[in-house]
Nanobody, 122 residues
Framework: DVQLVESGGGSVQAGGSLRLSCAAV????????MGWFREVPGKEREVVAL???????TYANFVEGRFTISRGDAEDQVYLQMTRLKPQDTAMYYC?????????????????WGQGTQVTVS
């Protein structure tokens, strides 16, 4: 089974930057979509950024050019570079993966999730 291991969350002041990392362990997917959602208590989990193995990517409207998703040297690693962070970016960020493409972006269509990493912007 694939497991996702996340790191890189933390607390920063508004305007600061963080880089989230996610590695897929036991990866055997081939073509796939990998990326990040976020969730705050009382709200639905929402997409942040996704990257497919064919190089296509998806960003949420609220990203507004502040975040960049990228792959590591291996296809089973993704990073989310977050800059110009705002207090409203405060959330638990979850890495996810599924086979094939990144559409649709409904959370229920992703079958593997990491444990989450907290991002707090004050």
């Amino acid at each position: 089974d694939v497991q996702l291991v996340e790191s890189g969350g933390g607390s920063v002041q508004a305007g600061g930057s963080l880089r989230l990392s996610c590695a897929a362990v036991g990866y055997t997917y081939g073509r796939h979509c990998m990326g990040w959602f976020r969730e705050v208590p009382g709200k639905e989990r929402e997409v942040v950024a996704l990257l497919a193995t064919d190089g296509t990517f998806t960003y949420a409207n609220f990203v507004e050019g502040r975040f960049t998703i990228s792959r590591g040297d291996a296809e089973d690693q993704v990073y989310l570079q977050m800059t110009r962070l705002k207090p409203q970016d405060t959330a638990m960020y979850y890495c996810t993966i599924r086979r094939n493409y990144c559409s649709p972006t409904t959370p229920a269509t992703f079958d593997v999730w990491g444990q989450g990493t907290q991002v707090t912007v004050s």
